[in-house]
T-cell receptor
Framework: SQKIEQNSEALNIQEGKTATLTCNYT??????LQWYRQDPGRGPVFLLL?????KEKRKERLKVTFDTTLKQSLFHITASQPADSATYLC?????????????FGQGTTLQVKP | DAGVIQSPRHEVTEMGQEVTLRCKPI?????LFWYRQTMMRGLELLIY????????DSGMPEDRFSAKMPNASFSTLKIQPSEPRDSAVYFC?????????????FGPGTRLTVL
């Protein structure tokens, strides 16, 4: 069965450093992958989408890579700030690109210390 | 834009009672998703609709759970009878279907506690 793994341990970094979060998957060939941010007591919020034929995507201080050979996506936040502290979820498109169905990872909690 | 609206935000009920969760998707969106989130299992898809039609309900845990979408602006998730293991945060999300994307917009969630 399909499996998505994100580092369950919290990631603690110092303000100004680059945070790197990992999303690995098995038994899967997703058409695209998304990253979401979730703050306590709130629903996930979409950040970035990257398609299977794209290697890298950027948005302001965020960067996502997608390696379909390694079956891995990396999510980077450069010049991190305490306001970036949250849980980050990766989500993979399930089946063909036309279903709209996503499978979510468990999420990794990021804590940026001032 | 008001975003996805869910009600109630919190629900405490006793085992055996019926629980109904409500969702109003973003206007113009044609897909709607119901998720359940727990610490143990993370965010799980329960069911989703395209153009008000249920497409995949394979995530619905058992017959006690049912979902409806009578029109494009309203959906319900019902649990009858409720059990303590149903305690979780239930999210509704909506999206506008177009091939190759499908960004989902989540509501604030309903925290359900079954005693």
């Amino acid at each position: 069965s399909q499996k998505i793994e994100q580092n369950s341990e919290a990631l603690n970094i110092q303000e100004g450093k680059t945070a790197t979060l990992t999303c690995n998957y098995t038994n899967y060939s997703p058409a695209y992958l998304q990253w979401y941010r979730q703050d306590p007591g709130r629903g996930p919020v979409f950040l970035l989408l990257i398609r299977e034929n794209e290697k890298e995507k950027r948005k302001e201080r965020l960067k996502v890579t997608f390696d379909t050979t390694l079956k891995q996506s990396l999510f980077h936040i450069t010049a991190s700030q305490p306001a970036d502290s949250a849980t980050y979820l990766c989500a993979l498109a399930y089946g063909s690109s036309n279903t709209g169905k996503l499978i979510f990872g468990q999420g990794t909690t990021l804590q940026v210390k001032p | 834009d008001a975003g996805v609206i869910q009600s109630p935000r919190h629900e405490v009920t006793e085992m055996g009672q019926e629980v109904t969760l409500r969702c109003k998707p973003i206007s113009g969106h044609n897909s709607l998703f119901w998720y359940r989130q727990t610490m143990m299992r993370g965010l799980e898809l329960l069911i989703y609709f395209n153009n008000n039609v249920p497409i995949d309900d394979s995530g619905m845990p058992e017959d006690r759970f049912s979902a409806k979408m009578p029109n494009a602006s309203f959906s319900t998730l019902k649990i009858q009878p409720s059990e303590p293991r149903d305690s979780a945060v239930y999210f509704c999300a909506s999206s506008f279907r177009e091939a190759g994307t499908d960004t989902q917009y989540f509501g604030p969630g309903t925290r359900l506690t079954v005693l």
